[in-house]
C-alpha cells in the first residue's frame, strides 16, 4: 500500500526536523503560523537533549488530517524546564495531529508525557 504524501511529511518532520535537527526544513514543511513555534520546540529539545531520536510507533492518514503516536528519547545536556543538565538518558511518547493545506503543516495538536520526562530527570538530578 502507498503512503500518502501527509503520512510522508510526517515521517519526515519526526525523522529529519525532530531526530536530525534540520531546522532549516521547517519553513518548507510547515505554513508561516505554526513554523514559528515548531521552532521554538525543535530548538529547545534539540538544545538540551542533542542525541534526540524520535519514532513513529502508529501513523493514520484521514482525508487531511494525519494522527501519530511517537516514542522519544535522548540524552540530556542542556537545560530543560529549568532542569540543569544531567547526563541522562530518558525516554517519553506522545500523539500528534497534525491537519494539512497546500501540502504544508497548518494545525498541530499534540500531547506528550511531559511530567514523565521532567519526573526521569529530577530522579537523576536525586542520584
Same mark, same amino acid.
Given at each position: 500500500?502507498?503512503?500518502?504524501?501527509?503520512?510522508?511529511?510526517?515521517?519526515?518532520?519526526?525523522?529529519?526536523?525532530?531526530?536530525?535537527?534540520?531546522?532549516?526544513?521547517?519553513?518548507?514543511?510547515?505554513?508561516?503560523?505554526?513554523? #514559528?513555534?515548531?521552532?521554538?520546540?525543535?530548538? $529547545?529539545?534539540?538544545? &538540551?537533549?542533542?542525541?534526540? /531520536?524520535? %519514532? !513513529?510507533?502508529? @501513523?493514520?492518514?484521514?482525508?487531511?488530517?494525519?494522527?501519530?503516536?511517537?516514542?522519544?528519547?535522548?540524552?540530556?545536556?542542556?537545560?530543560?524546564?529549568?532542569?540543569?543538565?544531567?547526563?541522562?538518558?530518558?525516554?517519553?511518547? #506522545?500523539?500528534?495531529?497534525?491537519?494539512?493545506? $497546500?501540502?504544508?503543516? &497548518?494545525?498541530?495538536?499534540? /500531547?506528550? %508525557? !511531559?511530567?514523565? @520526562?521532567?519526573?526521569?530527570?529530577?530522579?537523576?538530578?536525586?542520584?
Amino acid at each position: 500500500m502507498n503512503e500518502g504524501v501527509a503520512k510522508q511529511t510526517v515521517r519526515r518532520i519526526l525523522a529529519e526536523v525532530f531526530s536530525a535537527g534540520r531546522l532549516d526544513l521547517i519553513d518548507e514543511l510547515y505554513h508561516p503560523g505554526v513554523a #514559528g513555534k515548531v521552532r521554538q520546540l525543535a530548538t $529547545a529539545l534539540r538544545s &538540551a537533549f542533542p542525541d534526540l /531520536s524520535l %519514532d !513513529v510507533v502508529h @501513523l493514520i492518514e484521514e482525508d487531511h488530517k494525519v494522527a501519530c503516536h511517537w516514542r522519544a528519547s535522548g540524552t540530556q545536556q542542556g537545560a530543560f524546564r529549568n532542569v540543569p543538565p544531567t547526563g541522562a538518558h530518558v525516554s517519553f511518547s #506522545g500523539t500528534s495531529i497534525y491537519v494539512f493545506e $497546500a501540502g504544508k503543516v &497548518a494545525e498541530i495538536a499534540s /500531547s506528550w %508525557d !511531559v511530567f514523565g @520526562l521532567l519526573q526521569q530527570l529530577r530522579e537523576a538530578l536525586l542520584r
